[in-house]
């Protein structure tokens, strides 16, 4: 077992003090469909604005952020055709294909007054009404997400958010509550299996790793995205990479691995 740790706890509280801070939040996808589509400049041009007309704005949630408005990068929000998109919180306003030139008004309209830029909202091409944010929109409401489920809506680069929403928790009690047979018959009992087609129990697979004799063993990530039209891995990279970790901190727990690797595509 493993006596030393990082106080996981501790981290989270102090980052749900700091994230209570700002007023709102504004999240822009850098996934890499809103990337190809200018996300990056319209952040800059936001953040520019917003030192411009003297509001207060943080990027990183170590500084004083009271009463601020919060700007922040997220993974892949999934409604590629649509981006650039833009979530402001607590409102929960999504404009979409944002551009450098909507930056202004963004900020005079609904960063000052409260109101909603209604040409800059989705319309349901069913219905031709304007959809509000995520909640509203079809493409959304119709997911149940899970894998997926903090993919662009936290900061992919900053550690402290996801240990806010339990990150590591589960590592941490694999390394130190449980032995490494007590986590391949955890993830037996769990049903998981992998995804490939052949759909073999995940517990059972780490069970044959583990007792294989050895000095040394690895963990690899296959994030190669081979298929055509696949963007399942880049998805849960850009969006939650601690997830991949953390993925990876269990099985090395489960088989007696002590190195890893993530494989990608050049």
């Not at 649509?82 to 202004?104: C, F």
């Not at 130190?176 to 769990?190: A, Q, W, Y």
């Not at 992998?194 to 044959?208: A, E, H, Y």
Request: proline content about 4%.
């Amino acid at each position: 077992m493993v006596d030393t740790t990082v106080d996981i706890k501790t981290i989270a509280e102090e980052f749900a003090r700091a994230v209570a801070k700002p007023a709102r939040r504004v999240n822009i996808c850098a996934g890499t469909g809103c990337v190809a589509n200018g996300a990056l400049k319209v952040f800059d041009a936001l953040k520019s604005k917003l030192q411009q007309e003297n509001l207060p704005v943080v990027v990183n949630l170590i500084e004083e952020g009271e009463g601020a408005i919060h700007i922040s990068k997220s993974g892949c929000q999934g409604f590629c055709q649509m981006g650039p998109l833009l979530t402001i919180l607590p409102e929960n306003i999504l404009y979409t294909k944002v551009k450098v030139s909507d930056v202004d008004q963004i900020v005079d309209e609904t960063l000052k007054k409260g109101t909603i830029v209604d040409r800059l909202l989705y319309k349901d091409i069913s219905t031709g009404k304007n959809c509000k944010g995520t909640d509203d929109i079809p493409f959304y409401t119709r997911q149940t997400r899970r894998i997926l489920s903090l993919c662009g809506n936290i900061d992919p680069e900053d550690i402290r958010e996801y240990i806010y929403h339990d990150g590591y928790a589960a590592a941490r009690r694999v390394y130190c509550e449980m032995t490494d047979v007590e986590v391949c018959n955890e993830i037996l009992k769990s049903g998981l299996r992998g995804r490939g087609g052949g759909g073999f129990p995940t517990g059972k697979k780490w069970d044959l790793a583990r007792v294989e004799p050895g000095p040394k063993k690895y963990i690899i990530c296959n994030g190669d995205e081979g298929d055509p039209g696949a963007f399942m891995n880049r998805s849960v990279m850009e969006g939650n990479p601690h997830s991949v970790i953390e993925g990876m901190m269990i099985a090395a727990r489960a088989i007696g691995a002590d190195e890893g690797y993530v494989y990608v595509r050049a």
